[in-house]
């Protein structure tokens, strides 16, 4: 998703008020697949859009991601 989509979508969501986390990529280390400044949104079933690296970044994005969503 680019950077314009992203924001785009993040308004939209906004706008229908619906509850999401957006998480950015601030460090990486090799090796990774993921760039500092990637980002992904986090819809409350789950559903990542976006990019912020491999499985065991897209599980602990979704994991840590879905707690902050059900403590509001």
Known sequence: MIRVE???RV???RAKRAAFVVATVVRVAKPASAHAGDAAIL???GTLEGFVGGMCSESTVRTQGLRQ???G
Do not use: H, T
Request: aromatic fraction near 8%; hydrophobic fraction near 60%.
């Open 69 to 71: 969503l059900a403590s």
């Open 11 to 13: 308004n939209e969501l």
């Open 6 to 8: 992203f924001l785009q």
């Open 43 to 45: 819809l409350a079933d």
